[in-house]
DNA sequence: CCTGTGACATAAG
DNA sequence: CCTTATGCCACAG
């Protein structure tokens, strides 16, 4: 329907973050990757840029290497990013996931 | 076609 | 821990 259903990288992205499951969180070069396109985590956060005003791609869950929360400030306020991911049970201090290594949830290895 | 940009990743100091 | 620098790639103008 309409002129252009997928954009393709965007679209796919999206589709990545959406299957990231409750309470869990991944990276953008994880998601990158999945994608085959291991090298561009940046245009995976740029997509997340992008994703404004879609309720389908919690961005939230996607944080960068360390477990940072790089992207908070591109969120409304300046802990929303932070709420979101201790409501699903997260711990976050200082910007940082805490028990990142049971949390990261790898799209090559859970697909 | 060229340039700028960007929520990364990695390395180096 | 910090900042700088480089690579890398998709997209917009």
Known sequence: MGVKDNDNFFERVYEVAR???YG???SYGA???CLGAARSARMVGWAM???KGR???PAHRVVNRKGVLTGKHHF???NLMQQLLESEG???IDNQIQNLDEL???PMTEL
């Open 19 to 21: 299957l990231i499951p």
């Open 24 to 26: 869990r969180v991944t």
């Open 31 to 33: 998601i990158a990757k």
């Open 49 to 51: 840029n992008a994703c």
């Open 55 to 57: 309720d389908d791609v």
């Open 76 to 78: 409304e306020g300046t």
């Open 90 to 92: 997260i711990e976050v």
């Open 104 to 106: 990261f949830w790898d």
